[in-house]
């Protein structure tokens, strides 16, 4: 081997091993941004199946801030006393879910897909894991001013 082409693989290996560093360096993502949270205060007891909110399919539409802060969503899977009434007066999913921004209440089972009887929980949680500061820099990053 010349020694340029030696110079060259010896370039790019370190180059290899730099991004794996810097990979290993980014903060790993909370598993729970990637599930589903079935959430069950009241919906079995009113005879409808539990709401199945898809967080991950959100969160790639909308930064945490939209819903988190604007909306007042707690961190907390089942946080939130959420009620058809206040949905169709325009508050928590109603804020989306009315026919403007996405489609409307009135597709009860869009929302209603829960298995009857499952508990408010993440699928997956790893809630144990989270902690509040992680998400800092995705909140605080305003790209629309
Ligand atoms: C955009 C999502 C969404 C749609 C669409 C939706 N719901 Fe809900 N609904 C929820 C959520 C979230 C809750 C709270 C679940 C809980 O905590 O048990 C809920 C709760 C309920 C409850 C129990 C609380 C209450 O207000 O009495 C009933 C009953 C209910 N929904 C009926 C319906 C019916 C009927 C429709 C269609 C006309 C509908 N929902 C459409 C999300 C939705
Ligand atoms: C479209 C709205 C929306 C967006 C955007 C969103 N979330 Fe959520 N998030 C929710 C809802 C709804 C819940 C469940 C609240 C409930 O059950 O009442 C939730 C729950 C959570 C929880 C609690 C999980 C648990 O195990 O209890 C965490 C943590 C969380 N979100 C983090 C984030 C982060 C971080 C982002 C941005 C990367 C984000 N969310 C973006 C709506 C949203
Ligand atoms: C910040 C706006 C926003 C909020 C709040 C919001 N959604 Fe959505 N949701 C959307 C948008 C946008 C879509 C994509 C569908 C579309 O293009 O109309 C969607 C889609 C969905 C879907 C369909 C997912 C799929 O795989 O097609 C479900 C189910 C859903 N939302 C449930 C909920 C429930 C339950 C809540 C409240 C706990 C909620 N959403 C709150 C904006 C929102």
């Known amino acids: 081997m010349s020694s340029k082409i030696k110079r060259n ?85 109603g804020a989306c879910h009315n026919g403007e921004i996405s489609w409307s209440v009135e597709n009860c089972a869009m929302c209603h897909s829960g298995i009857p009887g499952q508990p408010t929980h993440f699928h997956g949680s790893t809630v144990q894991r989270l902690i509040a500061p992680a998400y800092k820099p995705l909140q605080t990053k305003d790209t629309t001013k």
């Not at 370190?14 to 069950?40: F, T």
């Not at 007891?45 to 199945?52: F, K, L, Q, T």
């Not at 967080?55 to 899977?77: E, M, P, Q, S, Y």
């Open 9 to 93: 693989v010896l370039k790019s290996m370190i180059i290899g091993v730099l991004a794996y560093m810097g990979a290993l360096g980014v903060p790993q993502p909370a598993q729970a941004e990637y599930a589903d949270i079935v959430i069950n205060n009241y919906a079995d007891a009113a005879g409808m199946r539990p709401a199945v909110f898809p967080h991950w399919f959100h969160r790639i539409r909308f930064r945490c801030k939209v819903c988190h802060t604007d909306l007042g969503f707690a961190f907390k899977a089942g946080g939130n006393k959420i009620t058809m009434a206040k949905i169709i007066d325009g508050k928590f999913c």
